[in-house]
C-alpha cells in the first residue's frame, strides 16, 4: 500500500471507548436508536434470562424456483447477491457459473449471470446480447472472459438515489484485468445491474483467493473494510490443502480510496469451543451494529455439515457470539435438500421483518457417494430480532446501562410463542420501571410514579413496537434529561430491544 495512505490510516482517531466514560461516572447518551440486548453495551445485569436468536422461519417452497438450467450453468444456479430496485419493482440477484478449461491457471473458468423477480421468490433469466455462448448468441451471462475468472466476489451494492445514475450498483469481482497476468480483486459499476463496466482505476489489489470477499462501510471512521481470509498464518504451510487447514479465519483491510489498501489483519479466529473453521463471511452494516454471518465447516470431520452463525460488533473489529454457538439458520434434516451446508448470501428488509436468501446444499462438501444438490433458500426475522433476552414462566430481570433521557416515550420489541397459557399467573408478561441515579452505594430506586408497580403490563403476543405505560400513560417527558436505569422484568417471553423516542 501508499505509504500516505498507510500513515493516514495509522494517524485515524479512533472514537473513544464508551467504556472510559461510563465507568468514570457518565452516563452513556443513547439518543433515540434501537438499543439491541446482544451484550453488555447496553445491559448492566440481568437474571434468569438466556440470549436466542430469532427465530429465523424457512419459506415453505424452498428451494426457490430459478427456472430451466442454461446451455452455459454448470450446476443448479445460486442466487449468491439479491437486492430490491424499488425504480424497476424488481428483485435482482447475480449467480455465478463455471467451466473447465485446458490452459487456464486453476483449471476453471467462472462467469457471472443475471436473474430477476417480481416476487423474490419466482425468478427468470432473461437473455441479452452482451456476452456469446456457443452457439448462443444472447445469454444471462453480464461478467465474462473467454478464458479466466469472472466472477462477483464481495456483494453487490445499491444506491438507489446515486449522483451518478449509471453507478447506482457497484460490486467487486475477481479477474484479470485487461494489462494484468494474474487474477486481481476489482471493482465494476452498473446503472441498472444488467451492463456491468470496470471502473475508472478498478484494482483493490493483486492477488484473490478462493475464500469470500465481504465489503462495508464505516461511517464513524470514514474507511471501506474488506473483510477476507487473512494471507498470513500461524501454521507453516507443507502444500495449500493440508489435514489442518491453517487460513480458514478472518481479517480484515481498510481503505479510504478502494484503491490502496493495509495489510489484513486477524480479527476472528475459531476457539476452543469450535469444532469447525471459518470457511466464508458476509458482514453487513446494520443500524449501528455489525453483523457478521460465518460458515464454519469441519475439516477435521469432514462428515458434518456445514453450518452458519451469527457474531457481532460494535466497531467491526472487536467480534463477539453466543457461548452455546446456536446456528443463524438451522439445517435441514437429513435427506432434505440444504442438510448438508447453508451459507448466508443476502438480507433485504421487507415491512416488519427482514428477507433472508441463503444457499443450501444436500450432503456436506467432501461427501462423494451421493449427488450433490444446491438450491437457494428464502427465511425470514422479525425486524431487529437478530437476538433477544428470553425468560421461561418463572420469569427473569435485565437492568440496563444508566442513560440519559432524551425522549418522552418508550417501546420496546417483544414476543412471545404462547398463545394459551395454561394460567394467569404463566401468561407472558413484561412490565418494567426506572430507576433514580444512585445515592453513594444504595441501590437505585424507583423515580415516583415510574416503579414496576406503577407500570401497566404488557401482556406479550407479537408486538415490535410496543409501548410502555405508567398508571395508563406513556409520557416519561418529566425525567427529560435526567439519568436513568431501566429494570425489565419479563416472564415467558423475549425481549429484543428497546429505543427511546419522541411522541
Known sequence: MKTSEAQDLQSTSFPRDWRERYFAGEPLRLGTEVQFLFDDYAVEDRYGLHRVVGPVRKHAGNPLDTGPALPWESYQPVLQDVIYDPEERLYKAWYGTMRWQEGVETGYSYSTCYAESVDGITWKKPLFDFFAWDEHDKTNLVLHKEKGCAAFKGGVYFEPSAADPNRRFMALAKMVPPGERVRCMVRVESGDGRQWRLAPEPILFRGASDGSYSLVHNPELNVWMLYRRPPTHALKKVDFYQQANDKRHVSVSLSRDMTTWSHPRALAMPDE??????????????????????????????????????????????????????????????????????????????????????????????????????????????????????????????????????????????????????????????????????????????????????????????????????????????????????????????LYTFRVRNG
Not at 437457494?376 to 440496563?400: N, V
Not at 414496576?452 to 405505560?469: G, K, S
Open 273 to 494: 469451543i469450535d469444532v469447525a473453521d471459518i470457511d466464508s463471511v458476509n458482514v453487513i452494516r446494520y443500524g449501528s451494529m455489525y453483523l457478521g454471518f460465518i460458515g464454519l465447516m469441519p475439516n477435521s470431520s469432514p462428515d458434518l455439515p456445514k453450518h452458519t452463525e451469527l457474531m457481532w460488533s460494535r466497531d467491526g473489529f472487536v467480534w463477539e457470539r453466543l457461548p452455546d454457538r446456536p446456528p443463524f439458520i438451522a439445517n435441514g434434516a437429513p435427506g432434505e435438500w440444504d442438510a448438508g451446508s447453508i451459507s448466508f448470501g443476502t438480507m433485504i428488509p421487507a415491512a416488519d421483518q427482514l428477507r433472508l436468501y441463503y444457499i443450501g446444499v444436500n450432503v456436506p462438501q467432501h461427501e462423494k457417494r451421493l449427488p450433490r444438490i444446491r438450491g437457494t433458500g428464502l427465511a425470514d426475522i422479525g425486524t431487529d430480532r437478530w437476538i433477544g433476552q428470553q425468560a421461561g414462566p418463572e420469569g427473569g430481570y435485565l437492568l440496563t446501562r444508566q442513560f440519559i433521557l432524551e425522549g418522552d416515550q418508550l417501546e420496546i420489541n417483544c414476543r412471545s410463542p404462547i398463545q394459551r397459557p395454561p394460567s394467569p399467573e404463566l401468561a407472558p408478561l413484561i412490565r418494567a420501571e426506572l430507576l433514580q441515579q444512585p445515592q453513594e452505594h444504595n441501590p437505585a430506586t424507583p423515580y415516583p410514579g415510574f416503579s414496576m408497580e406503577e407500570c401497566d403490563p404488557i401482556m406479550v403476543t407479537d408486538n415490535p413496537r410496543q409501548a410502555l405505560t405508567w398508571n395508563g400513560s406513556p409520557d416519561l417527558s418529566s425525567l427529560r434529561g435526567k439519568p436513568i436505569y431501566i429494570r425489565f422484568y419479563v416472564r415467558s417471553a423475549t
